[in-house]
């Protein structure tokens, strides 16, 4: 079972464009919800976390969205750059359980010139 | 500061053998985690060690296991390799159990069995 779905699988944008990575879950245990940036050949890196107490966190180009009541949460990445091409991965934890990070199953983002 | 080193870096085995996957966590980092990453199937967790102990493991069969050794490096052993086990092993290491943030993974070791 996923525990959480992320959509869409892949994501073709131009340069300049907005790119957007959405995420649901399901568990409302969950307290913790990181992004993670992939490049071919690397593991994940952290991009940018948010905890549910905020609906917003922002770090230059790149912004999370989170709705509680939803149980979802998003990237947007405004101004998109071809270096931005990359796989993005959603988690959740728990962290005062069983603090297992899950992810989605990725999207593999495209930045056109 | 080094990061998490994964070693090997490429590992082919025959079905039915056994690998075996090493990883070293960032100097201070007291919690590892393995993760599978199949194609198209995102990063599937399976196995989480913090102070020398296995704390959680995933939905894994259990020819999958590991061990943490007293410097907190980690192993990750795959015993009667199927064709099925083909994918990128992947080890991060945290400080606290993540409580203050996220993890830091390694390159990873790309196993193939044939």
């Known amino acids: 079972q996923q525990q959480v779905k992320q959509s869409p699988q892949s994501l073709i944008v131009q340069k300049g464009g907005i790119s957007i990575i959405n995420c649901a879950y399901e568990n409302t245990a969950f307290d913790y919800f990181p992004w993670y940036q992939q490049f071919p050949g690397k593991g994940p890196a952290l991009l940018i976390a948010?905890?549910?107490?905020?609906s917003e966190k922002k770090e230059g180009r790149f912004t999370i969205s989170f709705n509680k009541s939803a149980k979802q949460f998003s990237l947007h990445i405004m101004d998109s750059q071809p270096g931005d091409s990359a796989t993005y991965f959603c988690a959740a934890s728990d962290q005062t359980g069983a603090n297992n990070l899950f992810f989605g199953t990725g999207t593999r983002l495209t930045v056109i010139p | 500061e080094a990061g998490v080193t994964q070693s090997p870096t490429h590992l082919i085995k025959t079905r039915g053998q056994q690998a075996t996957l090493r990883c070293s966590p960032i100097s201070g980092h007291t919690s590892v985690y393995w993760y599978q990453q199949a194609l198209g199937l995102g990063l599937q967790f399976l196995l989480w060690?913090?102070?020398?102990?296995?704390?959680n493991r995933g939905n894994f069969p259990p020819r999958f296991s590991g061990r943490q050794f007293p410097n907190y490096s980690s192993e990750l052993n795959v015993n009667a390799l199927e064709l099925e086990d083909s994918a990128l092993y992947l080890c991060?290491?945290?400080?606290?159990?993540?409580?203050?943030?996220?993890?830091?993974f390694g390159s990873g070791t790309r196993l193939t069995v044939v």
């Open positions: 948010i905890r549910p107490d905020v």
């Open positions: 060690y913090d102070e020398g102990e296995e704390r």
């Open positions: 991060a290491s945290s400080l606290d159990r993540g409580r203050s943030g996220g993890y830091t």
